[in-house]
């Protein structure tokens, strides 16, 4: 199928991307090769084009990171200024990073009234592990099956997913892990619409059994991202919140994945009627210039005293404007809004591929953020990988840009367009998902 969004010169990788894949191959360790076919050299909006000419529809983001879409001229052109002007100033004061701060902070409630400026995800779960700990007094974390927190040795270690971790050993100590609320697979006994209730029950019996009595805060993520696109129901969260409440233990919320508009609302914990004491923030945040974010009660980012969180490039100049751009373009456009509206129709062309393949269990969304579960039968739900990941691959060699296969088993789709996408391309990309379903169930696999 060919659109009026993409445009397919040559089978991918092409020519050009085969030498520059080779290339990382000799150097980088495969460990963090890319694992597709498409080699980059310009992105605009939610167009991506590769180094042979090959133009995709977007539905990656970067990973989260373009909400604004790729390239956006309000943050090219606060990228370029700054970056005539200064780029480092390592602690010392700037306005950029005041203003920002300010501006961050007066998207929150009132209460949640300070932010700590960093680089990267991993890098703000660790500042909120550290301020919760300090604050509390206490050591242990409890964090949930099947959650992504980072790569570093602590985030890895919160996180619920083996593959981050395997090999990887012995673990970060005081991590208490419980399962999440997923009805499609839930851990627990039928009936699965229960899995809420079960899972609270848990945190309750673990503070009698795992626990030494010693927890300082709970962490979760607005919805399951790497883990497979899950949301949680309203009722879950905020019985977390309660059951925080209840002990006296911090609620830290990662929005790494959910933040600055991609599930309808500014901040995903918005969607449940909660307030977290810490809530860590990146990807969104800047489109692509290295920024991340702790936001929290002074009560809690004030006990430390002055030079102990620190950070070499936070809150540097570069990411301070790309960040405020940023931001500024999501407000302006409504963004937001648009992701729920956008979101709905995504929703409904998924169920309509349902009801169309058997070998999709359930369709996932939040915002314009969606998880497929690809099984081998809808009745035995067994995970299947392999046909994800051909399913991928194909709609690469359509036009339409995804990212490999995620979740507990890795049989689940996840697609994220830009924010700014138009209406006609979420169209186009959506039919270009329905052909690539339809090639791979008739036998024409590709995968590189």
Not at 6 to 22: D, H, L, N, T
Not at 61 to 90: D, M, R, W
Not at 111 to 121: A, H, M, S
Not at 329 to 336: A, D, G, M, S
């Amino acid at each position: 199928m060919k659109t009026a969004f993409s445009k397919m010169v040559v089978a991918p990788p092409g020519p050009k991307a085969q030498e520059i894949i080779q290339k990382e191959k000799n150097y980088i360790p495969r460990s963090a090769c890319s694992s597709t076919p498409l080699v980059w050299k310009e992105a605009y909006g939610a167009t991506i084009i590769d180094v042979d000419g090959n133009e995709y529809i977007d539905f990656t983001s970067g990973i989260l990171v373009s909400n604004v879409g790729h390239s956006h001229p309000k943050v090219v052109a606060a990228i370029q200024e700054q970056a005539g002007k200064f780029l480092n100033s390592y602690d010392s004061s700037h306005h950029l990073r005041a203003e920002l701060a300010e501006k961050i902070v007066n998207l929150f409630p009132e209460e949640l009234n300070r932010v700590l400026l960093l680089t990267t995800g991993s890098e703000a779960i660790e500042a909120a592990i550290k301020f919760a700990r300090a604050k509390t007094g206490k050591s242990e974390i409890i964090s949930f099956h099947g959650s992504f927190h980072g790569r570093t040795h602590l985030t890895m270690s919160l996180g619920g997913i083996k593959k981050v971790k395997s090999g990887c050993g012995p673990q970060a100590s005081n991590i208490l892990h419980v399962p999440f609320p997923y009805p499609y697979r839930c851990t627990f006994s039928q009936p699965h619409d229960q899995c809420d209730e079960h899972t609270l029950q848990y945190m309750e019996q673990i503070l009698h059994t795992a626990s030494t009595g010693n927890i300082a805060a709970v962490i979760m993520e607005s919805y399951l991202g790497s883990g497979g696109c899950v949301v949680p129901s309203v009722k879950f969260v905020q019985g977390v919140r309660e059951f925080c409440d209840r002990h006296d233990i911090l609620l830290i919320m990662d929005e790494v994945q959910a933040g600055f508009g991609r599930t309808g609302k500014m901040f995903g914990f918005e969607h449940y009627g909660i307030l977290p004491d810490l809530v860590c923030l990146a990807k969104g945040i800047s489109s692509g210039v290295p920024t991340s974010a702790v936001v929290g009660r002074d009560s809690i980012m004030d006990h430390l005293p002055p030079g102990t969180m620190t950070s070499t490039y936070g809150g540097n100049p570069l990411s301070c404007a790309a960040a405020m751009a940023t931001i500024d373009v999501i407000v302006e456009e409504r963004l937001p809004e648009r992701a729920a509206r956008l979101g709905e129709r995504m929703a409904q062309r998924f169920q309509t591929l349902v009801e169309k393949y058997r070998i999709i269990g359930e369709a996932r969304s939040i915002g314009l953020v969606s998880g497929i579960e690809v099984v081998k039968s809808r009745e035995g739900r067994e995970p299947d990988p392999e046909t994800a990941r051909a399913i991928a691959m194909q709609a690469i060699h359509l036009g339409l840009a995804v990212i490999a296969p995620t979740g507990l088993h890795g049989n689940v789709l996840r697609l994220m367009p830009p924010l700014v996408i138009e209406e006609e391309a979420l169209e186009a990309g959506l039919d270009l998902l329905d052909e690539a379903i339809s090639i791979v169930l008739n036998g024409g696999l590709h995968d590189h």
